[in-house]
């Protein structure tokens, strides 16, 4: 017997915890690396750039985290 939804239960799954878990330590692998790049290179073009896109890792990382303690999923 398939159970049928009026709306999406507010559930997550082992196999989507796993992927959010992965999806977060790949952001925070980038996170940390462009961070680490930004302060040691010369150049201060590059240098903003690896902190812009370490911003962006940041901001994925917060949503990750959002997903997995239940919160607004936007």
């Keep these: 017997m398939q159970e049928t939804y009026n709306a999406?239960?507010?559930i997550v799954s082992s196999k989507d915890l796993d992927y959010l878990?992965?999806?977060f330590n790949w952001n925070y692998g980038a996170y940390k690396s462009s961070l680490?790049?930004?302060?040691?290179?010369?150049?201060e073009n590059l240098s903003n750039l690896?902190?812009?896109a370490s911003n962006i890792f940041?901001?994925?990382m917060s949503k990750v985290l959002n997903m997995i303690m239940g919160g607004?999923?936007?």
């Design 8 to 10: 999406v239960p507010n």
């Design 21 to 23: 878990s992965d999806m």
């Design 36 to 43: 680490n790049a930004s302060n040691s290179v010369m150049d």
């Design 50 to 52: 690896l902190l812009k």
């Design 58 to 60: 940041h901001s994925n």
């Design 72 to 74: 607004n999923n936007e």
